[in-house]
């Protein structure tokens, strides 16, 4: 990023939820850590780079200890004799009884009075992902809290940004399409404007692309209804308007904001216990009796307490090979005891394999139990936070909490359902509408972006063409999903619409229980919830299948 091209400034983000709770361990062991310390091994090589070419670096790589890894900087530095103006945020930790970590989601505006200050480095403990691009645009631009709709382009261009390789092509659906097969899509940069609008590109030379899709799959990552919370702005995108802007440029417009919630979301980590796993390999016959049988034994050995089985039906029918010919059946055991989730368990499984079916043997060696984590999301009032920006002179500046918040409720969606469909829902083998229809996978004319919130799941689907969404609109409801994918039955949903966009949201509440920290799930953080769904063979309508994406020069109309 510092060698391929202009830059003003270069963020990183550094602080997935999970990341807190591994910072948290680690301040344990040390008080003086808390920080993410792989920053530190990626700014020494490149600082001087930066420095001379005058880009800014902000990052919240600070965690739960951003005035620790402003010493650290320090030292850096200075044995590099490479004297940096650095300033940090800090403000977030919450004293919460009982909890590992606690710490708010601060806005942009700390970050902003450190770069007016003259900071050339600033980094923060928790803060929103976007709040890192919200802030030099403050900066820059000189934005008040009333610059509502600016603030919101910028959280909007922040949210893009924030997962990188994402929105040039990085776990795209339609990677095959990519100019380089998605080899190595190269990071993207946001050209940002005055009045919050921004362009969308990537350095000169490097990988992936800039589309239309490939920014509306991260617009999709990880959001719930079109109300987008954050604490400086409400980013409603709904408002979203993409336009293409030349090869690899793709504009955003049109964002409006509404004044911030008059809470701060809190993210709150516990230690959950200890886990333990093992993988029983089922070859041949009688697949299902054999796990029964391992259930059986191993629930009489050290009891049902905290016991999970989940058997992946991986075997062939008369397979030519011992691999194909075999299932897996992964055992979980979670407990507050380590001495039961660890070698009792792992033990007690190994003892089986002279004593259970036959080709019986596991994949796992007997091993420990781990500590696992647990995250809750809670909410603070703003006035109830000490939001500080450190400057560069060591003077402690107090952030002020916006004056204009707005309450907003959980916002309503479509087709809202608490329990599992009945059978006279769609059964999810009908035709997609009126017309010819054949059988194949959905993934042949939708995208798809899906990930975690905590314990609930998003599940962004888009249409490749107008026509792809009006038959996505009254095809792809809440009772067809439940279908689709089976384990969401039973679970609560909201469907949200997104028009500009040509898309549909899906939050599915508690799917990862606990949160990815704590959950025994295949795919604990529901990255590949998407492609699961586009890989299910349904109804499609034949006028979609037999007109490529983009032949009728829909596929990438606003």
């Excluded at 030099?136 to 009333?146: E, K, L």
């Excluded at 049109?254 to 919630?261: I, N, S, Y």
């Excluded at 004056?403 to 409720?409: E, G, K, M, Q």
């Excluded at 039973?490 to 619409?497: F, K, P, S, V």
């Amino acid at each position: 990023m510092l060698d391929g091209g202009d830059l003003d400034v270069l963020t990183g983000d550094y602080l997935a939820e999970l990341t807190m709770l591994i910072l948290g361990r680690d301040r344990q062991r040390d008080p003086r850590l808390g920080y993410a310390r792989t920053f530190l091994r990626q700014l020494e090589p490149c600082l001087g780079t930066a420095l001379e070419r005058g880009v800014r670096i902000v990052t919240n790589a600070g965690g739960l200890n951003p005035a620790g890894l402003a010493i650290a900087l320090r030292d850096i530095t200075d044995r590099l004799g490479l004297p940096a103006r650095i300033g940090y945020v800090e403000g977030d930790a919450l004293d919460h009884p009982g909890a590992l970590t606690a710490n708010a989601y601060l806005g942009a505006f700390g970050i902003a009075a450190c770069l007016e200050a003259g900071a050339q480095i600033v980094v923060t403990g928790r803060v929103t992902d976007a709040s890192l691009t919200v802030g030099p645009g403050i900066a820059h631009f000189g934005w008040t809290r009333t610059d509502l709709d600016s603030l919101a382009g910028a959280t909007v261009a922040g949210h893009l940004l924030e997962c990188g390789a994402q929105v040039t092509g990085g776990n795209f659906s339609f990677f095959t399409e990519l100019p380089d097969g998605g080899r190595h899509p190269g990071f993207p940069l946001a050209e940002l404007h005055r009045d919050g609008s921004v362009v969308l590109t990537k350095h000169p030379g490097t990988g992936g692309a800039v589309t239309r899709e490939t920014v509306t799959a991260q617009l999709l990552y990880e959001i719930a209804g079109p109300d987008y919370l954050g604490p400086d702005v409400v980013s409603r995108l709904d408002t979203v308007t993409l336009a293409d802007a030349g090869p690899d440029r793709v504009r955003v417009t049109g964002v409006r904001g509404t004044p911030p919630p008059p809470t701060l979301k809190v993210g709150v980590t516990r230690l959950g216990g200890f886990r333990n796993s093992m993988t029983f390999v089922l070859c041949g016959l009688a697949i299902e009796a054999k796990a029964a049988l391992v259930r059986a034994q191993l629930t009489d050995a050290i009891g049902a307490e905290g016991l999970e089985f989940a058997l992946a039906r991986t075997d062939h029918a008369d397979a030519a090979d011992t691999e194909t010919a075999s299932a897996l059946l992964h055992v979980h055991l979670t407990d507050g005891d380590p001495k039961r989730a660890g070698r009792a368990f792992s033990a007690a499984a190994v003892e089986l394999v002279l004593a259970s079916y036959p080709g019986c043997t596991l994949t796992t060696p007997p091993g420990d139990a781990s500590p696992f984590g647990v995250f809750a999301a809670e909410e603070v009032g703003q006035d109830e936070v000490r939001h500080v920006a450190v400057l560069p002179s060591g003077e402690r500046r107090d952030i002020a909490a916006p004056t204009v918040t707005a309450r907003h409720d959980e916002q309503p969606g479509t087709d809202q359902l608490e329990s599992e469909p009945t059978g006279s829902q769609p059964t999810g083998s009908e035709p997609g509408g009126a017309g010819p229809s054949r059988r194949a996978a959905l993934g042949a004319v939708v995208g798809a972006r899906s990930g975690d919130k905590g314990g609930d799941a998003n599940l962004g689907v888009w249409a490749r063409s107008a026509a792809g969404y009006r038959w996505l609109l009254g095809w792809l409801t809440v009772e067809r999903l439940r279908i689709l994918l089976p384990e969401t039955a039973g679970l609560a949903m909201r469907r949200y619409e997104l028009p500009n966009l040509r898309a549909v949201n899906f939050v599915i509440r508690g799917l990862l229980g606990a949160g990815a920290a704590g959950s025994t799930r295949f795919d604990p953080q529901a990255k590949a919830l998407g492609e699961l769904l586009r890989a299910r063979i349904v109804e499609l309508p034949a006028a979609l299948l037999d007109s490529p994406a983009g032949a009728d020069g829909e596929r990438n109309e606003a």
